[in-house]
């Protein structure tokens, strides 16, 4: 028997020569224990043969989800999260999922941030960026967390930012920079702070160095101004190490009105490796993160916390890009 022309769960049993209930328990992936190996097998060789797909609608409703994530970002001005969807959306589409993006409000607070979508009908949510103390707004709703503190008590996919800004400070260091201006953003994240540790922390290991550093939001024209204060000075770096390849492109433009060149009189590097950094001139010495992997990782963890797994936190390693925004410091 068919329906709307379709083959049936029904039709899967009469085929396989099981019960209606078998092939439900197969089809679900429930089958292990209760079912022998050679029989699941016999069910999805009778559903590929009769051409049966189960119908997701109906599944939702009998387990009672949405097939709905939210995708929570800071923003949707940075590129960066345009490639986070993209990698979430993908494997999202591929089990039946949609994604609803929602940008959460700065300043965030855990006591107002639930608000919008506390009752809404989602299945989990994906959060991007976000301090630990931001999970109270959840609700109890499943999460993954992206690219935020590891430490934290839910599945986290981040990357590993530590070792990509150990990553410039070896470049810049190796090229005999050894007064480091680092351009902060001016945001409390846990991404943030592991970046400035790390670049810190390498520099001051090396004899000689020295970091000066600077805060900016991470907007072009704050970032312009921030680098500017660095660049007046008398004694000012022979490098600008940015956290987000915006806050160099800022920089860029501090360089150029003071009549400083790029790479001759200061070096710049970024970090993330937005199409931004291939489009400056010279292009951007910078750390390529891989958003949309970041987003696939995350989607694929939290389908997992959704079938009663326990996705374990990891890490994405980023690569350090070389281009011509980076060489020697200027011999003064």
Not at 143 to 172: E, K, N
Not at 230 to 259: E, H, M, N, S
Not at 285 to 304: C, N, Q, S
Request: hydrophobic share 45%; glycine share 10%; with cysteine.
């Amino acid at each position: 028997m068919t329906r709307n022309g379709r083959p049936t769960s029904r039709d899967v049993a009469h085929e396989a020569g099981v019960s209606q209930s078998t092939v439900s328990l197969v089809l679900a992936g429930k089958w292990t224990g209760r079912v022998s190996p050679a029989t699941a097998q016999a069910v999805h060789e009778a559903a590929a043969r009769i051409g049966y797909r189960p119908n997701e609608a109906a599944r939702s409703l009998r387990l009672g989800r949405t097939r709905t994530v939210l995708l929570v970002v800071p923003t949707l001005s940075n590129p960066f999260f345009g490639a986070l969807y993209t990698g979430t959306a993908r494997v999202a589409a591929a089990h039946g999922f949609r994604i609803v993006v929602y940008p959460w409000p700065e300043p965030a607070h855990s006591a107002a941030f639930g608000s919008p979508f506390a009752h809404e009908a989602i299945d989990g949510i994906l959060a991007s960026s976000m301090a630990l103390e931001m999970l109270g707004g959840f609700g109890g709703t499943p999460v993954v967390m992206l690219d935020s503190d590891p430490a934290g008590v839910a599945p986290t996919v981040d990357f590993d930012v530590a070792d990509g800004m150990r990553r410039i400070a070896d470049h810049v260091l190796g090229l005999g920079h050894r007064h480091v201006g680092h351009i902060a953003a001016a945001v409390d994240e846990w991404t943030f702070r592991s970046r400035g540790e790390a670049l810190h922390a390498a520099v001051a290991s090396t004899p000689g160095g020295r970091v000066t550093p600077a805060r900016a939001a991470i907007d072009v024209a704050a970032a312009r101004d921030a680098a500017a204060d660095l660049l007046r000075r008398p004694d000012r770096p022979t490098v600008l190490v940015c956290d987000d390849d915006q806050i160099a492109a800022g920089a860029y433009k501090a360089a150029r009105a003071l009549g400083l060149e790029v790479p001759g009189d200061v070096s710049v590097t970024g970090f993330d490796d937005v199409l931004l950094a291939a489009a400056l001139e010279p292009e951007l010495t910078t750390v390529r993160l891989p958003a949309a992997a970041l987003g696939a990782e995350g989607m694929t963890a939290l389908l997992d916390l959704l079938d009663g797994g326990t996705p374990p936190s990891r890490s994405l390693p980023g690569d350090l890009v070389v281009r011509g925004s980076t060489a020697p410091p200027p011999v003064r």
